[in-house]
């Protein structure tokens, strides 16, 4: 079981940075591929960003491409995502996940229910 704990949500002008941490538990952080979502009041979750197990290769949401930055520290069982550029509609509660090794380990998933273990979530709430 992997537990995943995020923090660094609040409160930001647009135009602002904020930078998310994801702590995780265990011994198998790197192990993980992990990802970024988000959910805004009454939508459904999407995807941000995703980080391979070393680290070497992202991938981001169209939405975010240019603003938003995910990487890792397998030292410490961090995940990060250093938003810049805050927009509105960047307003959601962010979630961080991890996914399991699978048959197509070398794929960055997209799709949420790829993810295996989820964190609580951390709002970010972006002011115009």
């Known amino acids: 079981q992997v537990q995943l704990v995020e923090s660094g949500g609040g409160l930001v002008q647009a135009g602002g940075s904020l930078r998310l941490s994801c702590a995780a538990s265990g011994r198998t952080f790197s192990s993980y591929a992990m990802g970024w979502f988000r959910q805004a009041p009454g939508k459904e979750r999407r995807f941000v960003a995703a980080i391979s197990r070393s680290g070497s290769r992202t991938s981001y949401a169209d939405s975010v491409k240019g603003r938003f930055t995910i990487s890792r520290d397998n030292a410490k069982n961090t995940v990060y995502l250093q938003m810049n550029s805050l927009k509105p509609e960047d307003t959601a509660v962010y979630y961080c996940?991890?996914?399991?090794?699978?048959?197509?380990?070398?794929?960055?998933?997209?799709?949420?229910?790829?993810?295996?273990?989820w964190g609580q979530g951390t709002q970010v709430t972006v002011s115009s």
């Open positions: 996940a991890a996914d399991v090794p699978g048959a197509l380990g070398s794929v960055l998933q997209i799709v949420a229910g790829a993810y295996d273990y």
